[in-house]
């Protein structure tokens, strides 16, 4: 099965900062990679599909690129309600495996 | 608004059996792919099992395979998994989500999910 490592699984960042996100896959998984944000006691949102399709009402910070096995989730200028949990999954085969989560806290 | 709302979870003991539910609303069921992921406490999200629109396809993780089963009834917009042979690391938050119908699926909603405690 293919697997999904993010890095860093922890950031620390300031409000303001752009940040980045790595999900890198064991084998290449073309363009089908999604990225989703989970808040502590709630359920995940999805953010990105394909890579680097916004979902309808994500803000415009948000960003995402890369194919094959490297990928990134950026965020442009970090706001307060960014900071969460931030986990990749893949999309092209089961089982759709989800990478291990990056931590972004409040330097 | 497309809602789901999980229930079904609480405490059993290890090798029991408990089946969960997910009831729909705010869009047509029976035309969607859905899908079960789990998170146990304090870790991240692992992705369970899927079932097609009809319910003739399923696939599972391999950590569940052979003891749990994902089901559906399209009549009443409800998801299903029986959860059997439990283990101590079956204990998590088990998530329902409805998978979008473009760009390869991905997760668009999520219920608020419900806590399963295998423990003796």
């Known amino acids: 099965d293919i697997q999904l490592t993010q890095s860093p699984s922890f950031l620390s960042a300031s409000v303001g900062d752009r940040v980045t996100i790595t999900c890198r896959a064991s084998?290449?998984?073309?363009?089908?990679l999604a990225w989703y944000q989970q808040k502590p006691g709630k359920a995940p949102k999805l953010l990105i599909y394909t890579a680097s399709t916004l979902q309808s009402g994500v803000p415009s910070r948000f960003s995402g690129s890369g194919s094959g096995t490297e990928f990134t989730l950026t965020i442009s200028s970090l706001q307060p309600e960014d900071f969460a949990t931030y986990y990749c999954q893949k999309l092209d085969s089961y089982p759709r495996t989800f990478g291990q989560g990056t931590k972004v806290e409040i330097k | 608004e497309v809602q789901l709302l999980e229930s079904g979870g609480g405490l059993v003991q290890p090798g029991g059996s408990l089946r969960l539910s997910c009831a729909a609303s705010?869009?047509?069921?029976?035309?969607?792919?859905m899908t079960w992921v789990r998170q146990p406490p304090g870790k991240g999200l692992e992705w369970v099992a899927v079932i097609s629109a009809s319910g003739g396809t399923t696939y599972y993780a391999d950590s569940v395979k052979g003891r749990f089963t994902i089901s559906r009834d399209n009549s009443n917009s409800l998801l299903y998994v029986q959860m059997n042979s439990l283990r101590v690391e079956d204990t998590a938050v088990y998530f329902c989500a409805k998978c979008g119908d473009y760009g390869g699926k991905p997760l668009d909603s999520w219920g608020q999910g419900t806590l399963v405690t295998v423990s003796s």
């Open positions: 705010g869009f047509s069921f029976s035309n969607y792919v």
């Open positions: 084998q290449g998984i073309s363009s089908s």
